[in-house]
């Protein structure tokens, strides 16, 4: 996945479930999984930088999950 500001190739520098105990980010991490934690538990939240440093953060799920939660939030 590339950088969402400058482009640029980034990796993966944390991967965590949200109620994982200990780490630095902990509190990002878990801020970051209510996109869908709301939904399911079954979710993990990776920590990306690119090759200037830019940080951001993206979450997993199934494709079940993502499915069922475009359904239900359908009007
Ligand atoms: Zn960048």
Same mark, same amino acid.
């Given at each position: 996945?590339?950088?969402?500001?400058?482009g640029?190739?980034?990796r993966?520098?944390?991967t965590?479930q949200?109620?994982?105990?200990?780490?630095?980010?902990?509190?990002?991490i878990?801020?970051?999984? @209510?996109v869908a934690s709301?939904?399911t538990?079954d979710i993990v &939240?990776?920590?990306r930088v690119?090759l200037? +440093?830019? @940080?951001?953060?993206?979450?997993?799920?199934?494709?079940e999950? &993502?499915?069922s939660?475009?359904?239900?939030? +359908?009007?």
């Open positions: 996945m590339n950088c969402t500001r400058c640029k190739p980034s993966v520098v944390d965590r949200p109620d994982a105990a200990g780490g630095v980010y902990n509190g990002r878990r801020k970051a999984g @209510e709301w939904y538990s &939240v990776r920590r690119c200037d +440093k830019h @940080e951001w953060f993206t979450v997993e799920i199934t494709t999950d &993502v499915t939660m475009v359904e239900e939030g +359908k009007p």
